[in-house]
């Protein structure tokens, strides 16, 4: 039988006095709050920075192999024998989808406005889940490899500034020797919240970049390659590498737009410090009750010494104590954390200013590792922290404590 344990269970069953007593539920109150908001930042930052990713990724997969003469620029260079080399990387573990695309700068003109858009042709292999769960009007085509269709996708946002609607024509011309023009059909409309991308990205068939450029119909500008775990993009990005041509690179995206992904990652930072600062708030309180619940219970520190117990002994005796007052603010730390994320998971009570977030509401991503990895910590710190004021249990004689009343 555990002496201690016992002991510790009997103390939480005796009535603290009026002192105590509010001093052990603010204990328990600051644990409560501080594993919430720790909750609640984690599962904020987390769900902030995997919908951006998400979104970036929809614009442009997770691996992308194009020309190396491309560099930076919109205007892609021809890669030959495209169906060969995705064959070639279907060995490639972990890769789910594989699509060709190319892209060519263009610039729209209507009777009151010229603005400069990238045009990214795509085919019948094109996977269009993210533009759909982004459309707000007309509809996704769906391009076939036998017919070349003018229908073209755009943002809200560049639907708004040119004045388009559905099913009008949008004419881009494109600077070619001599210039080229082709007249569009506005087929759907989307909107991302990612305002850089939104205001660039026109989607159309990969049939009138090849026609631009004097392309055949298995030529295109890249490969864009989706794979199963984010976490592994840096392996096969490097994987790919070694089994493409010399004259082809091969991108993830998070090296395509550094600026962002660093953004991102400055992000992580931020639930560092409210982490450590909750840490803190719940462990000072805990060490302050502690130190009361000793000081309350002089008296039976001397009894316990008196019986022969030894200072580590009864030092157990409070630890376990104290152990129940975490656990308790823990219970009720996830309790509010968890109801609280899943309101605004579900009835989205929150909203953001989208031209500012990129996104319209407070995006929530709980994790189990997350959860767990918190309430452990949590467990482990506040407890550690108590080991030094308990000490103070060594300094109390039984003689004087037994007196002390």
């Known amino acids: 039988m555990n002496i201690e344990l016992f002991l510790a269970r009997r103390l939480n069953k005796q009535t603290t006095n009026r002192f105590s007593r509010p001093v052990i539920r603010i204990a328990i109150l600051a644990i409560s709050l501080s594993v919430a908001v720790m909750i609640l930042a984690t599962a904020v930052v987390t769900g902030f920075q995997k919908e951006i990713r998400d979104k970036v990724i929809g614009f442009g997969s997770h691996i992308q192999i194009t020309h190396f003469s491309d ?197 992580d930072l931020n639930v560092q410090v409210i982490i450590i600062l909750m840490f803190i708030v719940a462990s000072f309180n805990m060490i302050t009750a502690l130190l009361i619940l000793i000081l309350e219970r002089t008296h039976i520190i001397g009894v316990l010494k008196a019986l022969g117990a030894n200072n580590w002994s009864i030092r157990k005796v409070f630890l376990y104590n104290s152990c129940y007052i975490i656990g308790k603010g823990l219970i009720w730390g996830n309790v509010v954390g968890i109801t609280l994320g899943f309101i605004q998971f579900y009835f989205e009570p929150i909203q953001l200013d989208e031209a500012t977030y990129y996104m319209s509401v407070v995006p929530i991503n709980f994790k189990l590792l997350h959860l767990f990895l918190l309430n452990l910590a949590t467990l482990i710190i506040c407890w550690l922290a108590l080991i030094i004021p308990s000490y103070l249990i060594t300094k109390i004689t039984p003689i004087r404590a037994i007196r002390f009343e």
């Open 71 to 267: 560099g930076n620029s919109y205007q892609s260079q021809k890669i030959i024998k495209i169906d060969s080399l995705k064959a070639s990387l279907q060995s490639v573990d972990d890769i789910i989808h594989i699509q060709s695309f190319a892209t060519k700068a263009g610039i729209i003109k209507t009777k009151n406005e010229i603005q400069g858009v990238v045009l990214k042709g795509v085919g019948s292999d094109f996977n269009p889940s993210f533009f759909k769960n982004n459309l707000i009007k007309g509809d996704f085509f769906q391009y076939d490899d036998s017919i070349t269709s003018n229908k073209a996708l755009i943002s809200n946002k560049l639907a708004k500034r040119l004045k388009f609607k559905l099913d009008d024509k949008m004419v881009m011309y494109f600077v070619e020797k001599p210039p080229r023009v082709i007249i569009f059909e506005i087929g759907g409309v989307y909107e991302t919240g990612l305002t850089e991308l939104d205001e660039l990205i026109v989607l159309a068939d990969i049939r009138h970049i090849q026609k631009i450029n004097q392309w055949e119909t298995n030529e295109s500008g890249g490969l864009e390659v989706s794979v199963a775990n984010f976490d592994n993009i840096d392996k096969l990005t490097e994987e790919i590498y070694e089994q493409i041509g010399f004259d082809l690179n091969a991108q993830n995206i998070k090296e395509i737009h550094p600026q962002i992904f660093d953004w991102l990652k400055l992000q």
